[in-house]
């Protein structure tokens, strides 16, 4: 029996290649694949610019399915269940995992970059990287949920709490979960930052008290102007660019945070250490997600507290996701996620 994969050849080059079913060996399930979401991680790899990824590799990391089988020994699930997978793959033996920091794992890495993904219509993981989903959440906005684990993560090595007031820079997908979660932690303004103003839009309905348009307003006096002229409390930038990050230090109050959630490989202009001395701030890294941010992300979108489905821009048959890539990458700004759907 084969499956149908995606398989990224060489950069933009993906083909459909049949592959012999994955079998569930002790410890593991098999997952029929029901929704993959494409994230700007997969354009980087697609069109070649991500540093380190061997083609060629089946991508995708955010993901939903179905258990199709399982091997021995798995005791949580069974076929027929819904499941999101926790695609950060950690080796369980290095220091950081020892430490309990799966994911900044030495030795794996992520699930659709550096081992095969979820574009395919069936994968195999181990049953501690797959999370049962309640039947009454559509698995294609599931996908959603992957992306929220890690916003949820960020935030908490942030430490948001309620009454803070919080800025975050870029609304795409992860801009608007910040822009949501920061709301739902109680902080106060919670300050949208874009130059689109449909996302500036959709950053009002996921209950930010003020937006900016980055591209009419000045920023930083706008950030001043809605909080007193305090300053914030926490910067999220999530736009990826460097050129934000000098702006966000100047837009912080006296020991506030800067949670650099969007990345990039290019240096930061005008960056001196001074008002890290002068105003005693911290920066945050953050990466990816730990098993425990995943079960308080499905029960937020479970629950109805986030609603994920409007982020969905378009989905594709899985035999088109040729043409998903080559939609995606003309329209990086205005497409939040598609979602790319096995059709057998
Ligand atoms: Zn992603
Ligand atoms: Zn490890």
Same mark, same amino acid.
């Given at each position: 029996m084969?499956?149908?994969?995606?398989?990224?050849q060489?950069?933009?080059r993906?083909?459909?290649?049949?592959?012999p079913?994955?079998?569930?060996?002790?410890?593991e399930?098999v997952?029929?694949?029901?929704a993959?979401?494409?994230?700007?991680?997969?354009?980087?790899?697609?069109?070649?610019?991500?540093p380190?990824?061997?083609? $060629?590799?089946?991508?995708? /990391?955010e993901?939903? @399915?179905v258990?199709e089988?399982i #091997?021995e020994?798995?005791e949580?699930l069974s076929p027929?269940?819904?499941?999101?997978l926790?695609?950060i793959?950690?080796?369980?033996?290095?220091d950081?995992?020892?430490?309990?920091?799966g994911n900044?794992?030495?030795?794996?890495?992520l699930?659709?970059?550096?081992?095969?993904g979820?574009?395919?219509?069936?994968?195999?993981?181990?049953?501690?990287?797959?999370? $049962?989903l309640?039947k /009454?959440v559509?698995?294609?906005? *599931?996908?959603l949920?992957?992306?929220?684990?890690t916003?949820?993560?960020?935030?908490?090595r942030?430490?948001i709490?309620?009454?803070?007031s919080?800025v975050v820079?870029?609304?795409g997908?992860?801009?608007?979960? /910040?822009?949501q979660?920061?709301?739902?932690s109680?902080?106060?303004?919670?300050?949208a930052?874009s130059r689109s *103003? @449909? &996302?500036?839009e959709?950053?009002?309905?996921? @209950?930010?008290?003020?937006?900016?348009?980055?591209?009419?307003?000045?920023?930083?006096?706008?950030?001043?102007d809605?909080?007193? #002229?305090?300053?914030?409390d926490?910067?999220?930038?999530?736009a990826?660019?460097?050129?934000?990050?000098?702006? *966000? +230090?100047?837009?912080?109050? $006296? @020991?506030g945070?800067?949670?650099?959630?969007?990345?990039? /490989?290019r240096?930061?202009p005008?960056?001196?250490?001074? $008002?890290?001395?002068? &105003?005693?701030?911290t920066?945050?890294g953050?990466?990816?997600?730990?098993p425990?941010?995943?079960p308080?992300?499905?029960d937020l979108?479970?629950?109805?507290a986030v609603?994920?489905?409007?982020?969905?821009?378009?989905?594709?048959?899985?035999?088109?996701?040729?043409? *998903?890539f080559q939609?995606?990458?003309?329209?990086?700004?205005?497409?939040?996620?598609?979602v +790319?759907?096995? #059709?057998?």
């Amino acid at each position: 029996m084969t499956v149908i994969a995606a398989v990224l050849q060489a950069p933009r080059r993906l083909e459909l290649l049949a592959r012999p079913a994955p079998l569930a060996r002790r410890g593991e399930a098999v997952v029929r694949i029901a929704a993959t979401a494409v994230c700007h991680t997969d354009l980087e790899i697609y069109t070649g610019r991500h540093p380190g990824v061997r083609l $060629p590799v089946v991508m995708g /990391h955010e993901a939903t @399915g179905v258990v199709e089988a399982i #091997g021995e020994g798995v005791e949580r699930l069974s076929p027929g269940q819904p499941v999101l997978l926790n695609p950060i793959i950690a080796c369980g033996d290095c220091d950081a995992c020892a430490r309990g920091h799966g994911n900044l794992c030495r030795n794996a890495g992520l699930f659709g970059r550096e081992m095969d993904g979820s574009l395919a219509e069936q994968v195999v993981l181990p049953e501690r990287y797959l999370y $049962p989903l309640p039947k /009454h959440v559509p698995l294609a906005a *599931a996908t959603l949920i992957e992306t929220l684990a890690t916003v949820r993560h960020a935030q908490l090595r942030a430490r948001i709490a309620s009454g803070e007031s919080v800025v975050v820079l870029g609304q795409g997908v992860a801009g608007l979960l /910040h822009t949501q979660l920061a709301g739902l932690s109680g902080a106060r303004p919670v300050v949208a930052v874009s130059r689109s *103003a @449909g &996302k500036l839009e959709l950053a009002r309905r996921r @209950g930010a008290d003020r937006v900016v348009n980055a591209a009419r307003e000045d920023v930083v006096a706008a950030v001043m102007d809605a909080t007193a #002229g305090r300053g914030a409390d926490v910067v999220v930038e999530s736009a990826g660019d460097p050129g934000l990050i000098t702006p *966000a +230090i100047e837009m912080l109050a $006296p @020991g506030g945070r800067l949670l650099v959630y969007g990345i990039s /490989h290019r240096p930061v202009p005008e960056f001196t250490t001074f $008002p890290l001395y002068f &105003k005693e701030l911290t920066i945050h890294g953050s990466r990816a997600l730990t098993p425990d941010d995943v079960p308080p992300a499905i029960d937020l979108v479970a629950s109805g507290a986030v609603a994920v489905e409007e982020l969905i821009t378009a989905s594709y048959p899985l035999e088109r996701v040729a043409a *998903a890539f080559q939609e995606y990458e003309r329209a990086a700004d205005s497409v939040l996620r598609l979602v +790319i759907v096995p #059709g057998r």
